[in-house]
């Protein structure tokens, strides 16, 4: 062991003599290597914060610049970024959505020296819309605030219309800081929105202005619809009451009347004296032939004067004579306290309602006078296709569709949430009656939620003797009934959905005083499933 040790000992003494002797050379061969050109930066990398990009790279001994180029081709033949640096790092905010590649190199004071590239580095950055979670609306006729991220970096606002006309906003730094701008005035039409900051687009949104006339609190709207020229819209003042008279009022053109803003929605309700508990507060024309009434933003309330201790009518529409309408639509609507029904044709007068289209509603209470459903028609008068997207329906006693013995095209139920329905105690309702009824194409039942549902004798689900069903995407909860045992033929259509192990009051906040807000944080529908206005 003594002779090893030993021996390594004599090696170490020598290696170290000759280093010694050697090292001086071997560093002054060092400083005077030469090459023809600068060494190529190392350590090219990135850091991507959303859009901004930061790039960093080592120094190269020698070099007077840096030449970086970044490109959304790997060939580099549209260049978003071809600067000369003198620092080692770059930070830039790029488009959204977009892969870029990166190329760097070192600069000499004599160019024949320069290094080359080294090899390109290649990102991509995230999607973005900085007017996600901003709303952008009309103020008042032929105006529009436009809201997107505050303090976000942009220059200008490009707005384009229809007819593909555009308008150029620029910013201001107070508009930069709060996120908003007015623009006024605008024609009536639909907007495309997309902000700047130079020449990156940051964001797109759409927003539609329109409006003929504007109706205020006090001013008689009834009136304004009859001296309106066919195609015209009609703005009322947020938060006003709106009478509707004693009587009928009949649509015999084309016309949309909407709320100004998306919430503090104005109210129509019929006026106390006449009404009955079977009045209806709108109709059609007899003889009529148009394509559209449309409503957006309205509270339509089935007590006379909004008030609960007056008379609470039975019928938003209970159409009896001759017409035809493409579409009735209603749009961010609230529907409510109706005894009978908001939408029924009745009369055997051969009347078609091509489309009945229920977007973003709220409809409640309703048909605990009678047996109603929510929409209702019959073997001699039509409703063609009849669609709820993105509506919350609760508290009905009978239906939510009635279709008999008619030749029909679609029912279409998609996004909705419903809950507390047929609860008729006398006898056993359906969801959708579709008795006897033939289909052009079918039922769609479409990433729907369904709660408590059913009195003492009990639900149905789905009657359909002709034509498809198609239910996907869809949930109830343990409270709710389709299946009674004191009917023979089960039309239930719990084995398309998926089961929510709880009640409704537990899925929802509070869903008897129309709460739908998400109690269950861990449902597996949250935000694709329902009414998503309540995630």
Same mark, same amino acid.
């Given at each position: ?316 529409? *209970?159409? =009896?004579?001759?017409?035809?309408? +493409?579409?009735? &639509? !209603? %749009?961010? $609507?609230?529907?409510? /306290? @109706? ?36 929409? *209702?028609? =019959?073997?001699?008068?039509?409703? +063609?296709?009849? &669609? !709820? %997207?993105? $509506?919350?329906?609760? /508290? @009905? ?139």
């Amino acid at each position: 062991m003594y002779k090893i040790i030993k021996n390594i000992v004599y090696i170490l003494t020598i290696a170290t003599m000759l280093f010694s002797t050697a090292c001086s050379d071997v560093f002054d061969e060092v400083k005077v290597l030469k090459t023809d050109r600068l060494f190529r930066p190392i350590g090219f990398e990135y850091t991507l914060n959303k859009t901004r990009v930061t790039l960093n790279w080592a120094a190269v001994i020698g070099a007077e610049s840096y030449t970086l180029q970044i490109s959304t081709d790997a060939g580099f033949n549209n260049l978003v970024v071809d600067e000369t640096l003198t620092k080692t790092t770059f930070e830039k905010e790029l488009a959204g959505d977009t892969e870029y590649y990166a190329r760097i190199k070192a600069n000499a004071v004599n160019e024949a020296e320069n290094s080359q590239f080294n090899s390109t580095l290649t990102f991509s950055t995230p999607p973005e819309n900085i007017f996600d979670g901003y709303s952008s609306l009309m103020t008042a006729l032929n105006t529009v605030k436009v809201n997107w991220l505050p303090e976000a970096n942009a220059t200008h606002l490009l707005l384009t219309a229809a007819d593909e006309s555009t308008t150029t906003i620029n910013l201001t730094t107070a508009d930069i800081a709060i996120g908003e701008k007015l623009i006024a005035p605008l024609a009536n039409s639909t907007y495309k929105i997309q902000i700047y900051n130079g020449t990156i687009m940051r964001g797109t949104t759409n927003v539609v202005v329109e409006g003929d006339v504007y109706i205020t609190a006090g001013q008689d709207l009834l009136t304004a619809i009859t001296a309106a020229a066919a195609g015209q819209v009609l703005v009322l003042e947020p938060g006003a009451l709106f009478p509707m008279g004693s009587a009928t009022f009949r649509f015999d053109k084309n016309i949309k009347v909407r709320g100004l803003l998306p919430t503090n929605l104005p109210v129509l309700a019929m006026t106390s004296g006449t009404p009955t508990a079977t009045s209806s507060m709108l109709g059609f024309a007899d003889g009529s032939v148009f394509d559209y009434v449309k409503f957006e933003n309205i509270d339509f309330t089935g007590y006379c004067d909004n008030s609960t201790s007056a008379v609470k009518i039975g019928y938003l529409f *209970n159409n =009896n004579v001759k017409t035809t309408v +493409n579409t009735l &639509s !209603f %749009d961010n $609507c609230k529907l409510h /306290n @109706f005894g009978n029904t908001p939408l029924r044709v009745q009369g055997a007068k051969n009347q078609v309602i091509e489309n009945a289209l229920f977007k973003n509603c709220t409809i409640w209470d309703i048909g605990f006078s009678s047996t109603y459903a929510v929409v *209702n028609s =019959n073997s001699a008068d039509f409703i +063609n296709n009849i &669609s !709820f %997207d993105g $509506c919350t329906v609760y /508290n @009905f006693k009978g239906s939510l569709v009635l279709r008999t013995g008619q030749p029909l095209k679609s029912i279409n139920i998609s996004n909705c949430t419903i809950n507390q329905g047929m609860q008729d105690a006398s006898s056993s309702r359906y969801l959708i009656d579709a008795n006897s009824a033939t289909f052009e194409s079918g039922i769609t039942i479409n990433n729907c939620i369904f709660g408590s549902s059913g009195a003492a004798l009990g639900a149905n689900g789905v009657r359909n003797t002709s034509g498809t069903l198609t239910v996907t995407g869809s949930y109830y909860t343990n409270d709710y009934v389709d299946d009674p045992t004191v009917v023979v033929t089960s039309y239930s259509i719990k084995k398309f959905m998926t089961a929510f192990p709880g009640s409704s009051t537990a899925l929802w906040t509070d869903p008897v005083n129309g709460d739908f807000s998400l109690k269950a944080a861990s449902f597996a529908g949250k935000g694709v499933a329902g009414d998503l206005r309540w995630y």
